[in-house]
């Protein structure tokens, strides 16, 4: 089985065989060995039978994508290229419109015919009766429980036919509200809000569980399980991502985002193998990292969707303004308002008090506080914008306040007065 990669959908602007970004859809190939020549008959699968686009074929054999011929492949035509008894890697370039070469290329992909001996002859056997291995057929089945509960969307997918080991599924989602993806121990995934990209081991069923938020509204959840990388430009981007990570070349988290890491990584394994195109991801850089596309014998059992009921979200009420009651949240106090189911508040204007929203009351202004000048009655006189000592023999002790110089209280109505203490008979110096 050959992994498939597609980056970027884009079908504007592109030279021909410039860096195609969309993988083409793999083509019927049957291998025969007709008079003992070996050819490939291909012939365009009926799922792309698209009026609107063309195929050209060049062997990258004899030259690569850049060749100077290709083989215009339109709807329901089929081709027969000689291949000298070996294998040879088809690259299949869709186009838009009637197929002109001088049109945009749309897809781009590679196709391996293994087809060596395919001519000699074995145990006498009619060279006409001996044909080339079919392809393999891998199919996918995918069942979910009828309802999602308490955040988590439940199922079982199974691959059918003959499982390789490393196949890759990818999963889509609508909506894409997956946090986390959680599955049996033999598959490893990567995933995206929306998107999972999953390597497959055996056994060949797993359980699987998409969780997404518990609040989500009530409403259907779809899974599209997917053999091989799906369209999804996130799965595609998540595909290099891993790719890079195996063959050694450290991008980091698998999340599905071309950023700089990846880029780096990319171009460090490029310069690696020696390739010089400026492309995102030329052919050659696909066949290193494994990612061609994939190829099945039955593309129809690919693909399987299934769906599931998301119920209405449990009830969740604020607990600060309400009190649940049966299945409603009731306002917690008289006059309040409903904001939502869950939630009420008190009125514009108005205060939770006593059981009820009440009226609010403005508090009360403060009286303005004074800054005229307060003078010491005692000691001082206020004159003007100042306090004026009131009695001789004063000093300012501040703005509003005097004392005498002798260190003593001024007495009322005499001011400050002086004491001399003197012995009997001692005479006045």
């Known amino acids: ?60 054999n004899l030259g690569g994508i850049t060749g100077d011929q290709a083989i215009l492949l339109k709807s329901g035509q089929s081709v027969t290229l000689p291949t000298g008894n070996r294998p040879i890697s088809l690259a299949i370039v869709g186009l838009e419109g009637d197929g002109a ?4 290329a749309c897809c781009f992909s590679n196709q391996h015919i293994e087809i060596a001996d395919l001519c000699a002859p074995v145990d006498d056997v009619p060279q006409t009766q001996i044909t080339a291995e079919t392809l393999p057929d891998i199919g996918i089945t995918l069942t979910m429980s009828d309802t999602c509960r308490d ?13 390789q080991p490393d196949t890759q599924v990818s999963f889509n989602t ?16 990567s995933s995206t809000a929306g998107a999972t990209l999953c390597d497959w081991q055996s056994p060949p069923n797993t359980n699987i569980i998409f969780k997404i938020p ?10 599209c399980a997917e053999i091989g990388v799906g369209a999804e430009p996130k799965l595609r981007a998540m595909a290099l991502q891993a790719a890079l ?21 990319l171009a460090q394994m490029k310069s690696s193998a020696g390739i010089t195109q400026d492309d995102l991801l030329p052919p050659a850089a696909m066949t290193l990292l494994g990612l061609g596309d994939y190829a099945d014998a039955n593309m129809e059992n690919n693909r399987m969707c299934a769906t599931a009921r998301i119920p209405k979200p449990p009830l969740v009420c604020d607990t600060r303004s309400t009190v649940r009651r049966d299945d409603t949240c009731q306002c917690r106090l008289r006059n309040m308002v409903r904001l939502n189911a869950r939630s009420c508040a008190c009125p514009k204007g108005t205060v939770a008090s006593g059981g009820s929203c009440v009226e609010r009351k403005e508090p009360k202004a403060k009286a303005p506080v004074s800054k005229a000048l307060v003078c010491d009655r005692n000691s001082t006189v206020q004159r003007g914008a100042e306090c004026a000592c009131r009695y001789q023999g004063m000093r300012k002790l501040s703005a509003t306040r005097c004392g005498c110089k002798t260190g003593l209280p001024a007495l009322p109505g005499v001011g400050c007065v002086s004491v001399n203490l003197s012995l009997p008979g001692s005479k006045e110096p």
Not at 101 to 104: G, V
Not at 151 to 163: I, K, N, S, Y
Not at 176 to 184: F, G, L, M, P
Not at 249 to 257: H, K, P
């Open 151 to 163: 955040g988590a969307c439940t199922g079982v997918a199974t691959l059918t036919g003959d499982v």
């Open 101 to 104: 070469a001088s049109e945009s």
């Open 214 to 223: 518990t609040s989500q509204p009530e409403g259907t959840f779809e899974v």
């Open 174 to 189: 609508t909506p894409a509200i997956v946090r986390d993806v959680q599955t049996d121990s033999n598959v490893t995934c």
């Open 245 to 265: 990570n195996a063959q050694g070349f450290n991008v980091g988290a698998v999340d599905g985002l071309i950023g700089p890491a990846t880029r780096a990584a």
């Open 1 to 60: 089985m050959v992994k498939g990669l597609a980056l970027f959908a884009t079908c504007v602007g592109s030279p021909l065989f410039a860096d195609a970004t969309q993988h083409c859809p793999p083509l019927r190939i049957e291998a025969v060995c007709n008079a003992g020549v070996a050819e490939a008959i291909t012939l365009r699968p009926p799922i792309s039978n698209d009026g609107s686009r063309s195929f050209a074929l060049t062997s990258q």
